[in-house]
């Protein structure tokens, strides 16, 4: 069983939805605190952050294996100018973890090196996020399986040889809280690029919960994955697109972000389950269902025939599996049009 404090996660549980806030902070601490804020009342489970700092993660260095200019949202910059930007304060991350506690939010992060998951088990989070950046980082990903803690890892850009040593190496830690979430790399995603169909596959390949961390603009995707199976929908959010920032362009307002927990939540519910019984609602409209009625006056000894006798609505007549035998017969006694047909007419 996949749990994250009290809440269960799986197939049979509602989907769990993790507001990612990024670089969407804008360096502003209490903006960080509305954002969180605002992700509960949007329906959000949990507020993810990011845990790095430049240096962290990358070096101050503008050769050219550091410049990025890969047809990106962030093309012409160095990734150490970048990380600058979109990092969290390390020491607003407790702060924030209070304010979320206080909503009724679960609140971890990504941890980007061994630093960064010392500093979280200070804080003692209850889970932790692996990247998909970080999915070829083995010595990470054992540092984080050796917490104990649950683990949801991203799967973007991974083949299925990294994914499986990945996931063998949390498993080899004796780690078995893990999770999967399908995920396309590209910020924004096209939807003919997300392949959503991978995740009962990986469902099926490794036991585990698996969901969607999606980059997509709107919110089909989060919906379609969870119609096949997904167990926990991750999505930027931000308190407006036309703030500027390193995430903001492919980040959910709050009035979108609520529509797409109603949607995952209306999804869910009409999911269900395999059933083929005739619902409460359904038995009142089954009289409006056809059944076999007299439409023209016949008279007593006349025989019934295709133009006197039809398959109409409503459903108070007798089964239209019985018009055959009915054809060709007499009536009993003389019948109106309008009138159901039983078989006490028929002689």
Same mark, same amino acid.
């Given at each position: 069983?996949?749990? +994250?404090?009290?809440?269960?996660?799986?197939?049979?549980?509602?989907?769990?939805?993790?507001?990612?806030?990024?670089?969407? #902070?804008? /360096? *502003?601490?209490?903006?960080?605190?509305?954002? &969180?804020?605002?992700?509960?009342?949007?329906?959000?489970?949990?507020?993810? &952050? /990011?845990?790095?700092?430049?240096?962290?993660? @990358?070096?101050?260095? *503008?050769?050219?294996?550091?410049?990025?200019?890969?047809?990106?949202?962030?093309?012409?910059?160095?990734?150490?100018?970048?990380?600058?930007?979109?990092?969290?304060?390390?020491?607003?991350?407790?702060?924030?973890?209070?304010?979320?506690?206080? &909503?009724? $939010?679960?609140?971890?992060?990504?941890?980007? *090196?061994?630093?960064? !998951?010392?500093?979280?088990?200070?804080?003692?989070?209850?889970?932790?996020?692996?990247?998909?950046?970080?999915? !070829?980082?083995?010595?990470? +990903?054992?540092?984080?399986?050796? @917490?104990?803690?649950?683990?949801?890892?991203?799967?973007?850009?991974?083949?299925?040889?990294? +994914?499986?040593?990945?996931? /063998?190496?949390?498993?080899?830690?004796?780690?078995?809280?893990?999770?999967?979430?399908?995920?396309?790399?590209?910020?924004?995603?096209?939807?003919?690029?997300?392949?959503?169909?991978?995740?009962?596959?990986?469902?099926?390949?490794?036991?585990?919960?698996?969901?969607?961390?999606? #980059?997509?603009?709107?919110?089909?995707?989060?919906? @379609?994955?969870?119609?096949?199976?997904?167990? +926990?929908?991750?999505? #930027?959010?931000?308190?407006?697109?036309?703030?500027?920032?390193?995430?903001?362009?492919?980040? $959910?307002?709050?009035?979108?972000?609520?529509?797409?927990?109603?949607?995952?939540?209306?999804?869910?519910?009409?999911?269900?389950?395999?059933?083929? *019984?005739? @619902?409460?609602?359904?038995?009142?409209?089954?009289?409006?269902?056809?059944?076999?009625?007299?439409?023209?006056?016949?008279?007593?000894?006349?025989?019934?025939?295709?133009?006197? !006798?039809?398959?109409?609505?409503?459903?108070?007549?007798?089964?239209?599996?019985?018009?055959?035998?009915?054809?060709?017969?007499?009536?009993?006694?003389?019948?109106?049009?309008?009138?159901? !047909?039983?078989?006490?007419?028929?002689?």
């Amino acid at each position: 069983m996949f749990r +994250i404090s009290e809440r269960e996660i799986g197939a049979e549980h509602p989907a769990y939805v993790i507001a990612e806030m990024s670089a969407n #902070h804008d /360096q *502003d601490f209490e903006r960080a605190v509305t954002l &969180l804020q605002v992700a509960k009342e949007s329906g959000a489970d949990a507020v993810k &952050l /990011q845990t790095y700092t430049p240096d962290s993660i @990358t070096i101050q260095c *503008d050769n050219n294996y550091f410049q990025i200019k890969s047809g990106t949202l962030w093309d012409g910059r160095t990734l150490y100018d970048l990380y600058g930007d979109a990092y969290m304060p390390w020491e607003w991350q407790p702060k924030l973890q209070a304010v979320a506690q206080e &909503l009724g $939010l679960h609140l971890f992060s990504t941890p980007f *090196d061994e630093t960064a !998951v010392d500093f979280l088990e200070t804080m003692n989070v209850p889970a932790y996020k692996i990247a998909s950046f970080e999915v !070829v980082d083995i010595p990470l +990903i054992r540092r984080i399986a050796r @917490t104990g803690k649950p683990i949801i890892m991203s799967t973007g850009m991974a083949t299925l040889a990294e +994914i499986d040593e990945a996931v /063998q190496t949390i498993r080899q830690e004796g780690n078995t809280q893990l999770a999967l979430l399908k995920c396309t790399s590209a910020y924004p995603a096209p939807p003919e690029e997300m392949n959503l169909r991978t995740i009962p596959h990986l469902a099926a390949a490794y036991g585990v919960p698996v969901g969607l961390s999606d #980059h997509t603009l709107g919110i089909a995707a989060p919906v @379609t994955a969870v119609a096949l199976g997904a167990a +926990i929908i991750e999505k #930027h959010f931000t308190l407006s697109r036309n703030v500027p920032g390193p995430d903001s362009a492919f980040s $959910l307002e709050p009035q979108e972000f609520k529509a797409m927990v109603e949607a995952i939540r209306a999804a869910e519910k009409a999911l269900g389950q395999v059933q083929y *019984d005739v @619902t409460a609602r359904e038995q009142a409209s089954r009289v409006f269902r056809r059944s076999l009625f007299v439409v023209k006056d016949v008279k007593a000894g006349e025989p019934f025939t295709t133009e006197n !006798v039809r398959s109409i609505r409503p459903g108070h007549g007798l089964h239209t599996r019985y018009l055959a035998e009915i054809i060709g017969r007499r009536a009993a006694y003389d019948v109106a049009p309008g009138t159901p !047909v039983q078989w006490d007419m028929v002689a």
